[in-house]
């Protein structure tokens, strides 16, 4: 099985025009939109930028092309709605940095499976479709392949740079140059190459992150070990995430989850049912006795914990938070820029998107209607 990617694909890859002449579609802002079973793009305004009639869309790469699919196959539109690649593709993805996309094909005799390969941006064959799964390359330009249920890494010619022999790899190569693998149920990791640096012996493992550390499950606990595989804050806790840019973890103990610093020690005890990472606002989202609110780094409480659901602040400095079953927005005060009055809300781009009976619609940063309810869904092809 493949590791969920840094680029969010998956093991199953699934991930995830005519345009009209009453909207700009030089915008940056084109966001997936449906309305009677048929997909688009629209801008922040509300527009079509293109038009409703695609069965499914993704979003637009930095190369200015989307995967979209029409009569049961894939191809790639640009911001002006004009196909670049005629659908062709079972399935496709969007174009990585090097110019290759991830598409998939099925043979006359395998109709249910199929097989992935990468095309560039002419919709001509790089490496020929033969994987099983794959995902897209990373900035080391290799990418994560399996085939007949192992993984190993190819490079952009197609290339094994490391055979097919893992049950489980990581496709993100930490600062260090490694990437956590799993065989017969044990975990351990290896550089770009393949070679083995710390070898099989962990029972769960994460991925080394900026200050050089690792969690790492023995024994029914974590702790975190550094590329020697030393142990630096022993296996202690019942649950463990990775340390972030401002030095601090998530750890959960005995059902409760608080902050450790690098050297293992509390710097907020463990209180919380559930908790994030700080964003850069320097808030975090936690739940206390089932609701939600947001501590800074010392564990202060900056909004009181009061709300049934939350979300973490977006760019625009707005979250949205649930009370009483309906959904608004809050500032970084903890002040309603939004009340609670919408039966669904999400923040995608900045732009502000509200649900009201069963139609979705956009609103301001202060809450004015932009585009009145309308669209059967957006950003993704749920319908909440």
Known sequence: MLAATTFGVGCTMCQTTIPNNNSDTNSNALIRAGLKDKCGYIDETGHWG?????????????????????????????????????????????????????VKLHGKLDFLNGKWGFIDKTGNWVINPQFDDAGLFAKNGLALVELNGKCGFIDETGNWVINPQFDFVDDYFAENGLARVRLNDKWGFIDKTGNWVINLQFDDAGYFAENGLARAKLNGKWGYIDKTSNWVINPQFDGAESFKENGLAIVKLNDKRGYIDQTGKWVINPQFNWALDFAENGLALVNLNYKYGFIDETGKWVINPQFDWATDFAENGLAVVVLNDKYGCIDETGKWIINPQYDYMLIYENTIFIKKKRKWGILDKNGNIVAKPQFDWVVDKIYY
């Open 50 to 102: 293109i038009n409703p009639q695609f069965d499914d869309v993704k979003d637009f790469a930095d190369n200015g092309l989307a995967p979209v699919k029409l009569n049961g196959k894939w191809g790639y539109i640009d911001k002006t709605g004009k196909w670049i690649i005629n659908p062709q593709f079972n399935d496709a993805n969007d174009f990585a940095g090097n110019g290759l996309a991830l």
